[in-house]
């Protein structure tokens, strides 16, 4: 069920880099776009940003749109690649229980079982005799997307499943139920749960632009790069 993403090797090799710019004197306004995984990195951006000012709207990856900001941030990779994306990070995607859940491992068959309905009940794979509660993320999240490309290769996922609006509330709604399961990228993990199965490693975590970035904007995201 597992799909490896050995093609992000050659991927990034092929993504541009985005060279230090020479240095600019006055500060910009810039613009950025960005997935709610993806809010572990806005730290960096600030502090590479400097004296520039930033201002930040969080949309789903399904509406990023480089063409009203100077730059927007997301795990994975898009559908449609523009010619200016910049690896600035890698994350892995995590299959996750309360800790309070005996289970601590699972195959990839049993996580497609569990997500798309066919295990329903946790003794089937030596739990606790309680019915599965499946959580998700809204299928135009990045991280959603990964999972469904990379576990659930096309297959839908449970009807009985519920969304989580966040990685925050992923977080609050697993470590408070020990009969659910969920995902989360490993840069979110906190709280306590636990992992029991990554689902994607090495996940590009990428800046896209619209046009090849110049001055300031260069120098941002040369920085993240380092």
Do not use: H
Not at 6 to 31: K, M
Not at 48 to 58: L, W
Not at 100 to 110: R, S
Request: aromatic share 6%.
């Amino acid at each position: 069920m597992k799909r490896t993403f050995a093609l992000i090797i050659i991927i990034c090799f092929l993504l541009p880099s985005c060279n230090s710019a020479p240095p600019t004197t006055e500060p910009e306004q810039l613009s950025l776009q960005y997935t709610a995984a993806s809010i572990p990195w806005l730290a960096d951006l600030s502090q590479c940003a400097g004296t520039n000012n930033v201002s930040f709207e969080q949309r789903g990856a399904d509406f990023l749109d480089p063409q009203s900001a100077d730059v927007v941030i997301r795990i994975g990779l898009p559908k449609g690649l523009g010619p200016f994306v910049y690896q600035i990070s890698t994350d892995d995607l995590l299959v996750i229980v309360d800790q309070q859940n005996p289970i601590n491992n699972l195959t990839a068959a049993q996580v497609f079982g569990l997500f798309t309905g066919q295990i329903q009940n946790w003794k089937d794979i030596d739990g606790a005799d309680a019915p599965v509660q499946v959580w998700v993320f809204a299928a135009g999240e990045d991280l959603q997307q990964v999972f469904e490309q990379t576990v659930m290769e096309g297959s839908p996922v449970t009807s009985l499943a519920r969304l989580a609006t966040s990685p925050e509330e992923m977080l609050q709604v697993v470590e408070k139920d020990s009969t659910a399961i969920g995902i989360i990228n490993r840069r979110n993990m906190a709280g306590n749960v636990t992992d029991v199965y990554m689902a994607a490693s090495g996940l590009p975590v990428l800046a896209i632009t619209l046009a090849e970035p110049q001055g300031n904007l260069a120098q941002v995201i040369a920085c993240m790069q380092k």
